[in-house]
């Protein structure tokens, strides 16, 4: 059932990032400040919004952000305390300084393009490589706009690229996922068959590192609702086996054949309409 659901979001062309905004004025995007309302997560993470949100300061221990030109390093007080904390963990074990890309937008919601998740502050995603000068002293502002990050797998043939690999993360990976306040951590699917056979029989920590498209040049961290933010929709925990049968079929003839164009032409199904946003997102977006 989760194959054929993967097969058919990658058919039905969801997975073309915020299409739906394509074009077309996006008033969360418009809004540059944050609400002056109580910190909450409401909705979910690919429909939703966030009042009350922190910035992420521009550099501290272990950690620099990037991409900072697109104004989306916002995000719920339990994910910039994460992050933090995280980061202090990276630094004190001497595995160097992450660079930290997009989170939020101010007050949340959905983006007219890059991301269908992210909407609610309790997204980030992490490059895998570290530039060297960020290592040595804050990034200009040009740089941290312009600095290219170092894809881990080839997206396009599906193979790990073994030059780019850095045996510093995996244990980057398992102190994010062996954090109780992480939900899932998203990883190119080549990259997840590179941790289990790393792992051997100790992956337990795996099981919410999740296969997933796209993330061949940067993890993405999710953590689970705050305690106290009941607008906050959870998702299902993950009881997947840690290095299972939803990792095989990314890598099984079913998936090649869609990934080189060569699968039968099927009718692809009817996009379902969008959901409403939570009534609460209209009170975010219009709160001073």
């Not at 054929?4 to 058919?11: A, K, P, Q």
């Not at 997560?41 to 919004?49: A, D, K, L, V």
């Not at 521009?58 to 910039?80: C, I, K, S, W």
């Not at 000068?133 to 740089?143: D, G, I, K, M, Y």
Request: hydrophobic share 35%; charged share 20%; with cysteine.
């Amino acid at each position: 059932m989760w194959m054929r659901s993967v097969y058919s979001m990658l058919l039905g062309g969801t997975l073309i990032l915020g299409s739906a905004l394509a074009g077309a004025t996006n008033p969360w995007e418009e809004i540059k400040s944050t609400s002056s309302q109580a910190p909450a997560s409401i909705g979910e993470y690919t429909n939703g919004c966030l009042s009350g949100a922190d910035r992420m300061p521009l550099r501290g221990e272990g950690f620099q952000l990037v991409r900072t030109g697109r104004d989306r390093h916002y995000g719920n007080p339990a994910l910039t305390g994460f992050l933090t904390d995280f980061s202090a963990q990276v630094a004190g074990q001497g595995l160097g300084r992450l660079q930290i890309g997009d989170m939020s937008m101010a007050r949340g919601g959905p983006f007219s393009y890059g991301h269908r998740s992210h909407q609610m502050g309790l997204d980030a995603d992490i490059w895998y490589a570290q530039d060297p000068r960020s290592l040595q002293r804050p990034l200009t502002a040009w740089e941290r706009d312009n600095i290219a990050a170092k894809p881990l797998a080839d997206a396009k043939d599906h193979l790990l690229i073994e030059a780019n690999w850095d045996d510093n993360v995996p244990r980057i990976l398992r102190l994010a996922a062996e954090d109780p306040r992480v939900e899932r951590i998203f990883v190119h699917p080549t990259i997840k068959r590179k941790l289990c056979r790393i792992a051997g029989k100790d992956n337990d920590w795996l099981r919410r590192i999740r296969p997933w498209w796209g993330h061949n040049y940067h993890f993405h961290v999710r953590l689970a609702c705050p305690k106290g933010d009941t607008n906050c929709v959870a998702q299902q925990p993950v009881l997947n086996e840690p290095c299972g049968d939803d990792l095989d079929w990314w890598f099984s003839d079913e998936f090649y054949a869609l990934l080189h164009g060569t699968a039968p032409q099927q009718e692809k199904p009817k996009p379902k309409p969008k959901p409403p946003m939570p009534q609460q997102c209209t009170q975010v977006l219009h709160s001073p």
